[in-house]
């Protein structure tokens, strides 16, 4: 059973908006911070936002910063990802992950995460 499942992304000219989801099956997992993150062909996965349990914090990667927000619905055990203003250099896999430690703040390293999902393409058209 999948335990992080993305949903949302898609084909979307520049400048355009999507917003991606990331649903997760065990209830627990509203106790965790989650991020998102994204890789690129031929590059390295990268850190994109993050979120503390209680949405108290957030972190994001200053090439996003002013154009994407995440935020999280508990009680829909669901991280959303909201990308404005988008630019082809976004274009890439996006994947949701959960935090190694419950009741964690809002990290920005992928050895923080230990559970990933499959990831949501997004490409942005010039």
């Known amino acids: 059973q999948k335990q992080l499942v993305e949903s949302g992304g898609g084909l979307v000219q520049t400048g355009g908006s999507l917003r991606l989801s990331c649903t997760a099956s065990r209830r627990t997992f509203s106790n965790y911070a989650m991020g998102w993150f994204r890789q690129a062909p031929g590059k390295e996965r990268e850190f994109v936002a993050s979120?503390?349990?209680?949405?108290?914090?957030?972190n994001y990667a200053d090439s996003v910063k002013g154009r994407f927000t995440i935020s999280r619905d508990n009680a829909k055990n669901t991280v959303y990802l909201q990308m404005n203003s988008l630019k082809p250099e976004d274009t890439a896999v996006y994947i949701c992950?959960?935090?190694?430690?419950?009741?964690?703040?809002?990290?920005?390293?992928?050895?923080?995460?230990?559970?990933w999902g499959q990831g949501t393409q997004v490409t942005v058209s010039s």
């Open positions: 979120i503390g349990w209680r949405a108290v914090t957030t």
């Open positions: 992950a959960a935090h190694l430690q419950p009741l964690s703040g809002a990290s920005t390293s992928p050895g923080s995460f230990a559970t």
